[in-house]
């Protein structure tokens, strides 16, 4: 088992959840409109919704190992280049930050969890994202691929879950902090860079 591959899965994901995209500014207005409970309702929903990913990844790219390992590998390059277009279209966005509380509607916290559910499993970014960036960190070489892969699923889910739910917690001093520091939206998008382009070339070396 490789541990050293896993802690820089954990790396790259807890790089990644930290970043602003659409789920965690969604979890930051919650938390800022409807309270930390109602915002950690959706990061419960969007957690779950991961497990859907992971299981369709596990089942779907380890039948494809076992068929065809020269397919996996085309699979890892079309992961990398994947990675690296979305590298180029953090580049060429803006990297202005937008915490919109203004027409956040008040949800019950079963309605939160249900539309963070359906806003991670019918999003198919995430699905190619998860088959992007998955494979090209299988541990070990004599644990069931299957088994890697809810592993890995599993401690993306942990990551993020930490981050989001900090997030949830903190709402209002990340808030603060999002308007004060006017450079952040630069560090952040240049880590998403950093952090896409690096596991590109890793899936490539």
């Not at 397919?71 to 180029?88: D, E, N, P, S």
């Not at 070990?140 to 299957?146: A, D, H, K, P, R």
């Amino acid at each position: 088992m490789n541990w050293e591959t896993l802690l820089l899965f954990c790396s790259a994901t807890a790089a990644l959840a930290i970043s602003p995209g659409p789920d965690n500014i969604y979890v930051l207005v919650q938390s800022l409109v409807n309270g930390r409970r109602k915002a950690l309702s959706v990061v419960l929903g969007l957690m779950t919704g991961c497990i859907i990913h992971t299981s369709l990844l596990a089942f779907g790219v380890s039948a494809i190992i076992k068929a065809n390992e020269t397919l996996f590998f085309g699979i890892k390059i079309l992961g990398a280049l994947y990675l690296l277009f979305l590298a180029y279209k953090v580049y060429n966005s803006d990297g202005n930050i937008s915490v919109d509380t203004e027409n956040s509607e008040s949800k019950t916290t079963k309605q939160l969890f249900i539309q963070g559910f359906f806003m991670n499993v019918l999003n198919p970014k995430v699905t190619i994202f998860f088959l992007a960036f998955f494979p090209s960190f299988l541990f070990s070489e004599t644990l069931n691929t299957v088994i890697q892969f809810y592993v890995l699923g599993g401690l993306f889910i942990l990551v993020s879950f930490v981050i989001f739910s900090a997030i949830a917690l903190l709402a209002a001093s990340i808030r603060q902090y999002l308007l004060a520091n006017k450079n952040a939206g630069f560090v952040f998008k240049w880590l998403q860079i950093i952090v896409f382009v690096g596991i590109a070339i890793f899936i490539l070396l």
